[in-house]
């Protein structure tokens, strides 16, 4: 099982929805202005972390507090921003979000449950700190042109 902020999900429906929106979804009212993971599918997420990120997403662990069968750590996922972002231009900075994590493990070490910790909202701020520009459209597959004029 799985949870960051939303509901607690499968591994099958994580992979689903995709590790993207599993991250970035909440269960507070509303949803982030800069990342709707309600409009986005596992395909679109990974698209628009791809292309903000075309060199990596990297993830690291950075402090361990307790081990084995409950695992408290502390995380940093980090990679710099050469592509765009919901049309937002590459800042060419390093973007970096920090966590905890508390996993429970069984007897073989393999995570029965995670759960995650952070504020997506300091971590999409990082990603919309350049202005929208019109030369950075949003990316919708198969789209081309204005869809009001099709």
């Known amino acids: 099982m799985f949870r960051a902020g939303g509901p607690w999900l499968t591994g099958e429906e994580t992979l689903k929805v995709g590790s993207y929106n599993a991250l970035l ?3 507070l009212e509303g949803e982030h202005e800069a990342y709707k993971a309600s409009q986005e599918t596992f395909e679109s997420s990974h698209d628009v972390f791809r292309s903000a990120f075309p060199g990596g997403f990297a993830w ?3 402090e361990v507090y307790s081990g084995p ?3 408290a750590f502390k995380w940093r996922h980090w990679g710099v921003m050469e592509g765009p972002f919901k049309g937002h231009p590459p800042s060419h900075a390093t973007i970096n979000s920090f966590g905890t994590c508390i996993a429970k493990v069984d ?3 393999q995570i029965t449950d995670l759960e995650v910790y ?3 909202t300091q971590f999409l701020g ?3 700190e350049t202005p929208k520009d019109r030369d950075y459209g949003e990316y919708k597959p ?9």
Not at 142 to 150: A, I, L, S, W
């Open 118 to 120: 952070y504020d997506p």
């Open 107 to 109: 007897d073989k070490l």
């Open 69 to 71: 069968p409950t695992v």
């Open 126 to 128: 990082q990603l919309t």
């Open 142 to 150: 198969g789209v081309v042109g204005c869809p009001f004029m099709q």
């Open 60 to 62: 690291e662990v950075l």
């Open 25 to 27: 979804q909440t269960t």
